[in-house]
Nanobody, 114 residues
């Protein structure tokens, strides 16, 4: 069973930054595409950013130019650097595989508010 653990969320003012971290207890971590997802209250979970196993990235249109996804295969970790945060970025953020979905972690709450 793969354990996914997210961290790094918090309360930040509009325009601020946060860096989310995630680790996954999976073997051959480097072979997986990875992704960050988010779920705002009353909304469906949506895909925010993807990093493939070769390092290519892709983003939800509304976060392009503000968010950066990266990975460290030696640490079984994936990160999401979030800059210029907006109130509409408020959500619980989750990481998981891009195509292979493991058990969901508890996520990390990001609240953007003044």
């Amino acid at each position: 069973q793969v354990q996914v653990v997210e961290s790094g969320g918090g309360l930040v003012q509009p325009g601020g930054s946060l860096r989310l971290s995630c680790t996954a207890s999976v073997t051959s971590f480097s072979l997986y595409g990875l992704a960050w997802y988010r779920q705002a209250p009353g909304k469906q979970r949506e895909l925010v950013a993807v990093v493939t196993r070769i390092g290519s990235t892709n983003y939800l249109d509304s976060v392009k130019g503000r968010f950066t996804i990266s990975r460290n295969n030696a640490k079984n970790a994936v990160y999401l650097q979030m800059n210029s945060l907006k109130p509409e970025d408020t959500a619980v953020y989750y990481c998981n595989g891009q195509s292979t979905i493991w058990d969901w972690g508890q996520g990390t709450q990001v609240t953007v508010s003044s």
